[in-house]
């Protein structure tokens, strides 16, 4: 058992379903990173949330993990590539800390899947653009092969 005195749920507004945003590009930025091991703890992976900066979803938070310490070489090029991406994007070309991608506006090019495990809509990450320019990053996100699903 947990003592729950003080809280009062009449003052705090009751959490709601999330549902996936929609397709489409949104200016946001690293809020957290951290590396994890994997779940066969055979490797690691960068996780990253991003959180929306502008717009009527802002608030929001996507999330992106990077197997940057895996046996598949295949799934560390595509890790390595993607977080390329993510430093063209921001202009942080060679970061020592996953820290130094933090709190600087990219444009998230989001996309809509669903998940294997219950067949529901999901948000995904397909690409990152530079605030700059506009010019969406050369990598395609999370290994697919940089079409849009839609």
Known sequence: MAT??????SKVEPQTARTPIPAGDYKAAVSSSEMKRNSKDNGSFLALEFEVVDGPHKGR????????????????????SELSAICRAVNVLTPNDSAELHNRPLFLTVGLENRKDTGDMQNRIKGYKSLADGAVATAPANGDSGKPPW
Do not use: R
């Not at 999330?63 to 890790?79: G, R, T």
């Open 4 to 9: 729950l005195t003080g809280f009062d749920a």
């Open 61 to 80: 938070k996507l999330f992106a993990n990077l197997n940057l310490d895996n046996p598949n070489k295949q799934a560390v090029e595509i890790a390595k």
